[in-house]
């Protein structure tokens, strides 16, 4: 039987119809294949920086010592606390311990799932610091962790986070140098993530500056501020005054800008 010649221009575009519509949902299969597999990354991403955090590099190091910081001195598992407590020596392994595991999350984080991922698996690992779920959330301040996240994921910056941190804590003026140093250093840390993130400025080894940039520096902020008000006031050398009970509470030495 012999097709007229609109019949069979009307089969070849239903073929070609057919082979476009075909062609179309497998690409749109693929790119959903790759989109659950990045978000899997995405979330192993997330998790592995949370578990990181939640390491217990203070209480390691205080109990090979024979001390426990929850009970001795400010009360807080961290860098400032050892220090007063253990000695110079178990204060700077536990802020290296803890900046290791905030620069190794982000780095974890961009090699599963990129820049973005970078940069929240750092956060994730200062919840992981501050909120641990193995003992029911009482954790640190993260602010040695976050130092770790900045590291990793914004390098470019850091020496001017750590100039601000600095200056700030030599302010005489300013009794809570620790929370002082750190509510001021955070705060420009966003604000060098918007600066960085706009303009497009080169991050050395750093990741590429996205909007994920910025947020991560907020949300690590927010959660260092939350830890530093839920612990109170504390004490350094230059406001030696005494707690209600007589004791010094939390002195820490002025020169540790703030406690992890």
Known sequence: MRLSGRTTSVIARLS????????VRGIGRIVAAVFRRRSGRFGVALVAGYLLGTFPTADIVARRAGHDLRNEGSGNPGGANAMKVVGTSAGVQVMGGDIAKGAA??????????????????????????????????????????????LATFPAYFPIDA??????????AW?????????????????????????????????????????????????????????????????????PDGRTAGRVPSAVVASS
């Open 105 to 150: 999350a982000s780095m974890l984080g961009g090699a599963l799932a990129g820049p973005a991922a970078a940069h929240l698996a750092g956060t994730a690992a200062v919840a992981g610091h501050c909120h641990p779920i193995w003992n029911g959330g009482r954790g640190g301040k993260g602010v040695a962790a976050s130092v770790g996240q900045c």
């Open 16 to 23: 070609a119809f057919g082979f476009a519509f075909r062609s």
């Open 175 to 243: 009794k809570q140098r620790a929370f002082a140093a750190t509510a001021v250093s955070s705060a420009c840390w966003v604000v060098g993530g918007v600066v960085w993130w706009r303009t497009g400025w080169r991050n050395l080894w750093g990741p590429r500056p996205t909007v994920t940039l910025p947020v991560s520096a907020a949300l690590s902020s927010a959660l260092i501020i939350e830890r530093f008000l839920a612990a109170g006031p504390v004490v350094t050398d230059a406001d030696p005054a005494a707690s």
């Open 163 to 172: 100039a601000i941190a600095t200056a700030t804590a030599a302010v005489p």
